[in-house]
């Protein structure tokens, strides 16, 4: 039998070491699903419930393994449904391969049945590479180039493989006039800055008198560097969410998250800091950074990411490690006293007494800090977090200690609703070992978790570690936007848009032969957790949590808070007196005191 397009193209993945494909199947990838017959399914096709949960799923394997992310999806509505999830990809700089269907070439410029423009709708989420295969010679070089575009620049890249192609014989480029052959494989490689750009960012750092450093992403290869430079500057660390997993939070120096769902010791050292270093992230609230005046040096691999967000002093075009090796002999070792790493270290015990308090506050009927703070100390130690964008999102940056080993991610930038479901899908095909937990809000459960619950339970028997831990805080209502409307708009909550229905989520579980856990009084958290943890597959425990409970932001003071509280008594005829009452309450009472911020 002839080796087709569609064989070439998986034993040519197979060959870059891809191991699965999330999908969804349709006719315009019919070729390519008889090839992965043909294939016994090597690469293994991973059927999500929809493609954009496919596309999620290949940004979460990529996340959680280091390793490309690969999605296929038919032509028209299949590649039009993976856009979400390769736009968060794209934000969040994570490498990720999409293969998909056209209509035959013949039929092209038709308006025929599912005909879409796909490359026009695609060259600017995956505008790094997105080519269209026409002939067989073109393979396997416009693979080749996807895949490694995708791991060079840290961003999805698209085939388009109309359905007629995929059916033809393949012939591979000749050494001819036009032809383009290629090869497998890249090394590895180090991009450093020069001795003379080291020399100045180290005469930034070795003025400083308060140093304090802003972690993301990319500094997750170079942990002992930047433990290293925090201890010999006498630094506080701060970390953006996507850095969150970087350094643990046992380090009595590390402030933990920045930004709105940051944290106060966190506000502190970016308030208080003479000098910052950036190592890694394009954190983009600049109001959460210091003043404009104060000396700073950023480090960043993508130069076209560098210099963005604040008025850097020094750009270093660099990786994290390489860089920060060469960088530390450049510092000096004694620096006097440690009296701003001191302070920095005060703040971080205040505030973790603080949100010790704030979570043990009574609520109706469940504090949702609680469920999260109860949920901290029994992780393993190799557990996988995810989280869900929503009030959720704050529970997971303020509540969840990153211990050394355990991962932890969510969408950063594009901030989407829905992955945290389908990312941890993603990570059980990366870590099939580890035990993994997706911390959600039930609005996000509501619009796509709930269906990728049957993926779980599809591939449940593929994880030598059976848990699947989807936890749902169930306050129906779209809190976090509630809450933005009341704090940025002054606006009492929208019934009509905000609130939702009341769903049996761990019944849903229950009905697919998983484990289903119902929490509704505060005393039984802890307990939910420990039978969650004890389940022989994926489960989903679902709180009932208060809507009421405000996710404060750090910043916030006295006089914000009282105005928002007071937005709320601005007449809302859904919701009677007392209630607004009592939302006003609550809001004070979780502040952590009159006159303090």
């Known amino acids: 039998m002839s080796t087709k397009v569609s064989d070439h193209i998986l034993e040519r993945l197979r060959a870059w070491g891809v191991e699965q494909v999330f999908g969804y199947p349709g006719d315009g990838i019919n070729g390519l699903l008889a090839a992965w017959g043909r294939a016994e399914d090597r690469p293994r096709f991973i059927q999500a419930r929809h493609e954009e949960m496919s596309a999620f799923e290949a940004v979460g394997y990529a996340k959680f393994s280091g390793r490309l992310g690969v999605c296929a999806a038919t032509s028209g509505p299949g590649a039009i449904h993976l856009l979400n999830g390769l736009y968060d990809a794209k934000l969040d700089h994570v490498p990720v391969l999409a293969i998909v269907g056209q209509t035959n070439r013949t039929a092209m410029g038709g308006s025929y049945q599912q005909e879409v423009d796909l490359h026009t709708l695609y060259k600017d989420v995956a505008s790094d590479f997105v080519e269209t295969v026409t002939v067989p010679e073109q393979l396997p070089n416009v693979l080749d180039r996807a895949i490694r575009t995708a791991y060079a620049r840290r961003s999805p890249t698209a085939l388009i493989i109309p359905a007629d192609v995929q059916e033809l014989d393949y012939s591979p480029p000749t050494h001819e006039f036009k032809m383009v052959p290629s090869s497998l494989g890249m090394s590895d490689y180090t991009a450093t800055p020069t001795d003379e750009a080291l020399r100045r960012a180290a005469d930034v750092l070795n003025e400083g008198d308060k140093v304090a450093i802003l972690v993301g992403q990319g500094a997750a290869g170079a942990v002992a560097e930047v433990q290293e430079i925090a201890e010999l500057l006498g630094a506080g660390v701060a970390k953006a969410l996507l850095g969150k997993d970087v350094l643990s939070d046992e380090l009595p120096y590390v402030t933990g998250p920045i930004g709105l769902l940051g944290s106060r010791p966190s506000y502190e050292l970016m308030r208080d800091c003479d000098t ?54 450049m510092l000096n070792s004694d620096r006097g006293g440690r009296e701003w790493q001191d302070t920095v270290c005060a703040n971080v015990k205040r505030w973790h007494e603080t949100m010790e308090r704030r979570a043990a506050l009574s609520a109706d009927p469940i504090n949702p800090e609680h469920v999260a703070r109860a949920l901290d100390p029994l992780l393993p130690d190799n557990a996988i977090l995810t989280s869900d964008s929503g009030s959720v999102a704050n529970w997971y940056a303020r509540h969840i200690t990153m211990r050394p080993g355990m991962r932890g991610s969510l969408s950063g930038t594009l901030a989407t609703m829905g992955p945290g479901v389908p990312y941890a899908i993603g990570a059980k095909f990366a870590h099939p070992d580890r035990p993994v937990f997706a911390l959600v809000g039930d609005g996000a459960m509501q619009m796509n978790g709930l269906a990728e619950m049957i993926t779980a339970a599809k591939y449940r028997d593929r994880w030598s570690d059976p848990r ?32 939702i229905p009341d769903v049996q989520y761990a019944a849903f579980a229950r009905s697919l032969g998983l484990t289903g856990i119902r929490v509704e009084k505060p005393e039984d958290v802890e307990a939910g957790w420990r039978a969650a943890l004890e389940a022989d597959g994926p489960c989903v425990i679902e709180f009932l949590t208060d809507p009421a409970v405000p996710p404060i932001p750090p910043h916030a003071t006295w006089e914000q808070m009282e105005a928002t509280a007071a937005s709320i008594l601005k007449g809302d005829a859904d919701r009677g007196s007392m209630v607004k009452q009592g939302l006003k309450a609550k809001v004070q009472e979780f502040l952590p005191g009159k006159g303090k911020s």
């Open 276 to 329: 910052l270093l950036t190592i890694g992230s394009s954190f983009p609230y600049t109001q959460f950074m210091p003043d404009f005046g104060t000396r700073a040096v950023q480090i960043d691999i993508d130069p076209h990411m560098i210099g963005m967000r604040f008025p850097y002093e020094v750009n270093l075009v660099g990786d994290a490690k390489a860089t920060l090796r060469r960088l530390l002999p």
């Open 468 to 499: 699947l831990v989807v936890a749902v805080w169930n306050n129906q209502d779209l809190n976090q936007v509630t809450w933005e409307m009341r704090a940025m708009e002054g606006a009492p909550q929208f019934l009509p848009s905000q609130s």
